[in-house]
């Protein structure tokens, strides 16, 4: 009999857990933040507006009675990054998870776009990926545990025309992921990657009912739309104890899409 199998640790549970999403107010990263509050998690989060980021924790705070607070930080620059996380640890003592899912898409032939909006798709979605993750990293080094998970997407593993600036910075973050699992695995620092395919987000809205949304869906197995509480599952897996040897890992939460 393997006792390690006996009942004991909830492999699910995240009472006593502590957690910082970027881009937290809105989309898949309020959708993940009422995840993580729902198995028990403290959250903060964090995004350019203060109204907003109040809003969005009040409402997750009468939702589900944990600890639920926002701070307005502009992830890619590095003195408010660092502060983001100087202000989680003083606030809750610990940093335990990170979730980096602060990001934006510029659309269109790349003759149509400007050297400043392939830019500026990189700066939000690599560079403060990488600043976010690199202010959490003294604290989860210190306590010798953490987990890190980054927004990629289905669209950092397949092409998509007119999506350059998008795929670029997606391609990007899965391979940070990558090379930052192998450096921070000897700390206890668990990083990996969620791929989301088509959900209808706000990012998304104004294609919803266009031809190419519908190529889009045609593509996938289940030819819809994900629901935001459909991303839930995946991040409150790998928060948790169920994703305890997952490490680099990139996981597709994408309705079929790179089955094919």
């Known amino acids: 009999m393997n006792k390690e199998l006996l009942p ?9 857990k502590t957690a910082v999403i970027t881009g ?26 203060a109204a907003e980021g109040q809003a969005s924790a009040a409402a997750l705070g009468e939702s589900y009675g944990t600890r639920i607070i926002a701070c307005a930080a502009d992830i890619t620059n590095v003195e408010e ?7 989680a640890a003083e ?16 659309r269109g032939a790349i003759d149509a776009l400007s050297p400043a909006d392939f830019n500026h798709v990189m700066n939000v979605n690599v560079n403060g990926t990488w600043l976010s993750s690199r202010a959490v990293t003294p604290y989860m080094k210190q306590q010798k545990s953490g987990r890190i998970i980054n927004l990629a997407s289905t669209l ?7 999506r ?10 899965v391979q940070m992921t990558r090379a930052l699992a192998l450096e921070l695995a000897p700390f206890n620092i668990l990083v990996n990657a969620i791929c989301p395919g088509p959900f209808l987000t706000e990012m998304n809205l104004p294609m919803a009912d266009s031809e190419e949304a519908r190529k889009i869906l045609n593509t996938t197995a289940l030819q819809r739309w994900g629901n935001l509480r459909e991303i839930q599952g995946a991040a409150i897996f790998l ?7 997952m490490v680099g890992s990139i996981l597709t939460v994408d309705g079929g899409w790179t089955a094919r």
Do not use: C
């Open 239 to 245: 928060s948790s104890e169920a994703a305890s040897y």
């Open 8 to 16: 004991g640790i909830r492999q699910f549970d995240l009472t006593g």
């Open 164 to 173: 350059t600036p998008y795929t670029s910075s997606k391609g990007a973050v």
């Open 24 to 49: 937290g107010s809105k989309g898949l990263g309020f959708a993940m933040a009422a995840g993580l509050a729902s198995a028990g998690a403290d959250v903060m989060l964090v995004n350019r507006n």
């Open 91 to 106: 606030t809750f003592g610990k940093i335990d998870i990170l979730i980096n899912s602060a990001g934006i898409n510029i």
């Open 81 to 87: 990054a660092d502060g983001m996380a100087a202000f």
């Open 156 to 162: 950092g593993l397949v092409g998509l025309e007119n």
